[in-house]
């Protein structure tokens, strides 16, 4: 996965995850860490695996990794939402590390769509939004009681 391997290296990739690390280091809730976009990675490959979706490897991983990137948008005052911020920082992280162009848009796709499930079990974007979700310990959190999300959207479960 070497398309993978250059993102990781990426500066750009480096800094913003840097930042939203040192932002998120006191936050009682789910962080935005490298960990995080890992774990989606590996649950999104799993879910591919499993549903023998033949979603390519490079491309989940590559989703996962920049699918909270925009995160930083939140402390920046951007005026965007994450998953559009992370759109907009992955498409050139991505040429970079040599995607396609029409894997880019699938992918940055996927990253603005990771909110919510769109109806399309086999795309890259319900892929992704089902593994964020189920990379979330809800039915374990300390901070369970004071998270903001609803409780339907809360991970109650090892299953999906």
């Not at 033949?54 to 699918?67: Q, R, S």
């Not at 990137?69 to 005026?79: A, L």
């Not at 029409?102 to 079990?121: F, S, V």
């Amino acid at each position: 996965m070497k398309r993978v391997d250059v993102i990781l290296q990426d500066p750009e990739f480096r800094s913003i995850s840097e930042m939203i690390k040192k932002r998120e280091y006191d936050r009682i809730f789910c962080r935005h860490s490298l960990g995080h976009a890992l774990s989606v990675a590996r649950i999104a490959h799993i879910i591919n695996l499993e549903e023998a979706l033949g979603l390519e490897k490079e491309m989940i991983y590559g989703a996962a990794l920049l699918h909270d990137i925009g995160r930083y948008s939140s402390y920046e005052e951007e005026g965007m939402s994450h998953h559009e911020a992370g759109a907009f920082v992955a498409r050139p992280i991505l040429e970079r590390a040599g995607f396609t162009t029409e894997e880019i848009d699938i992918m940055c796709d996927a990253i603005m769509k990771h909110k919510k499930k769109n109806g399309n079990p086999g795309s890259l974007s319900e892929v992704l939004y089902r593994a964020d979700k189920l990379s979330r310990n809800c039915f374990m959190c300390d901070a369970r009681s004071e998270c903001y999300w609803k409780e339907e959207k809360k991970n109650k479960s090892v299953i999906y």
